[in-house]
């Protein structure tokens, strides 16, 4: 059996990495895309012989239009629905509509895993023998240190950055710099906390306020600082009992 998927988000880019992600998994197609709410809407509504029946949206929440909140109240019988957005603001909303998950942007492959593992799970699909679904060998992204990766938004396109080569995450106010071994640091506009939701909580620990640092690249620490390629960055006072457990436990 296959989840036959419609996707719904004024912004391509968004469109493109649920797409990629999707082309990735057994047991997921996309068999539509709307750049708006009332796009959707048509497309649930259609009843041709051609047309083809959507188990699972992608919503994007703030569009123009008609939001997606909006208009997921506005369908009697909807299909399961994973949110895809970049505001917290809707949580309580998703869980008034009874959604599947709630995706908050940029989102990460292994994220989007487990949200897609609930879908499966619950339609008890006979293909799927594991809790996540099964890969593609030619088209596999595996969750292993060596190449797994996340997607982030910098100059008006999703760049792909590959965890193992975070060297550490600093705070810029409004923005974060990420800096990696593979050249340039990448600069976006999103909170360092929202970053450190997304990491691998065993390869990343958060040493600051404004500064996360991968476990693999400290070369050197004191209770009060963090040797990383070449770098020292402080240890928060109130990070140092936690920063401590972690690195004697590594």
Known sequence: MTLRCLLVDDEPPALEVIESYIEMIDGLEVVGKCSNAVQAFSRLQETSADSVPVDLIFLDIKMPK???????????????????????DYALDGYELDIVDYLLKPISFERFLRAVSKVMKTETIASVSSPLPALPTDKTVSLTPSNAFLYFRADRKMVKVFTHEIVYVESLKDYVKIVTTAGKPLIVKQSITSVEAMLPEDDFVRIHRSFIVALDKIRAYTPTHIDIEGLELPIGRLYQKDVGRVLKSD
């Not at 299909?79 to 917290?88: D, E, H, L, S």
Request: no cysteine; aromatic share 14%.
């Open 66 to 88: 008609l939001l997606g909140t909006d208009f997921l109240r506005s369908l009697r019988q909807p299909p399961k629905v994973i949110f895809t957005t970049a505001y917290r």
